[in-house]
């Protein structure tokens, strides 16, 4: 059974950083695409950012762009999320999540920017930014 644990939540000042990491038991790893998810009291989980497996191409939620950077550490087999200029909007539980079904891709497809491209998740750690 994979096993993905996030870390490096906080509670933060906007227009502070936060720095996420996931860990993933999978030696695996290298070879899925990763994504960062989010999800606020009272609303969906929704997509943050996903990164192929060699990293070489990523996608982001609009809001997030020129904030957020996802990256990977294969040989570590850790995620990460770099979050900058914090917003009072991105508090939220954030989960990082494992495709394992589809391998190696080129490019982050259309259906991983939605939870069912996912088939492994992580518990969540929580952002909290104040004003």
């Known amino acids: 059974q994979v096993q993905l644990q996030e870390s490096g939540g906080g509670l933060v000042q906007a227009g502070g950083s936060l720095r996420l990491s996931c860990t993933i038991s999978d030696p695996a790893f290298s070879i899925y695409t990763m994504g960062w998810f989010r999800q606020a009291p009272g609303k969906e989980r929704e997509f943050v950012a996903a990164?192929?497996?060699?990293?070489?191409?990523?996608e982001y939620k609009d809001s997030v762009k020129g904030r957020f950077t996802i990256s990977r550490e294969n040989a570590g087999n850790t995620l990460y999320l770099q979050m900058n200029n914090l917003e009072p909007e991105d508090t939220a539980l954030y989960y990082c999540?494992?495709?394992?079904?589809?391998?190696?891709?080129?490019?982050?497809?259309?259906?991983?920017?939605?939870?069912?491209?996912?088939?492994?998740w992580g518990r969540g750690t929580q952002v909290t930014v104040f004003p």
């Open positions: 990164i192929t497996s060699t990293g070489r191409h990523f």
């Open positions: 999540a494992l495709d394992s079904k589809r391998g190696q891709l080129s490019l982050v497809i259309t259906s991983q920017r939605a939870t069912s491209g996912y088939d492994f």
